[in-house]
T-cell receptor, first 110, second 113 residues
């Protein structure tokens, strides 16, 4: 079955520090991959999606970037974190119209 | 652009009550429609889906019918249980070159015994 591995589960980072969240996929090849931010009362905000290696579409201009160096790897990054980057980040994959999600990363910027 | 509008939560019902969570969408063409569920402490998982107009998706006693004329995909269940307490997300995906999966804001459902 298709699974998403996302780590770390929680992260506390100081303002101005870099960020790298990694997500890997097992059980399928050539999935669409997504990064979402989930905020209380605001649902799932799509940040980035990718239909293939090196192909990234950004939905929201912000302090974050994404990369897909391999078919089953999707990375969310920032060079300098802001307080407003705090939140819950979810990686998702999709194959044959069914999406599957990682467990998420709770990021707190202090 | 594509968008999904869900009824505002939270929704609180008694066990065995009838549930409706409204979902309407805006998209060109013929998107596929989904309901995802997030149980407490868990990740999102697919509940049901419909890929064309008039299709009915069903799972675990939940149903939703793809209504193109009203651009809706309302989630229903005839008799809810405490274990149905979760956050429910309506979503759409347009195929054929537009791959992104767009979610609604989610509706928190609490079932009281």
């Amino acid at each position: 079955s298709q699974t998403i591995h996302q780590w770390p589960a929680t992260l506390v980072q100081p303002v101005g520090s870099p960020l790298s969240l990694e997500c890997t996929v097992e059980g399928t090849s050539n999935p669409n991959l997504y990064w979402y931010r989930q905020a209380a009362g605001r649902g799932l905000q799509l940040l980035f999606y990718s239909v293939g290696i090196g192909q990234i579409s950004s939905e929201v201009p912000q302090n974050l970037s994404a990369s897909r160096p391999q078919d089953r790897q999707f990375i969310l990054s920032s060079k300098k974190l802001l307080l407003s980057d705090s939140g819950f980040y979810l990686c998702a994959g999709e194959r044959n119209t069914e999406a599957f999600f990682g467990q998420g990363t709770r990021l707190t910027v202090v | 652009g594509d968008s999904v509008t869900q009824m505002e939560g939270p929704v609180t019902l008694s066990e065995e009550a009838f549930l409706t969570i409204n979902c309407t969408y805006t998209a060109t063409g013929y998107p596929s429609l989904f309901w995802y569920v997030q149980y407490p402490g868990e990740g999102l998982q697919l509940l049901l889906k419909a890929t064309k107009a008039d299709d009915k998706g069903s799972n675990k006693g939940f149903e939703a019918t793809y209504r193109k004329e009203t651009t809706s995909f309302h989630l229903e269940k005839g008799s809810v249980q405490v274990s149905d307490s979760a956050v429910y997300f309506c979503a759409l995906r347009r195929g054929f070159g537009n791959e992104k999966l767009t979610f609604g804001t989610g509706t928190r459902l609490t079932i009281i015994p």
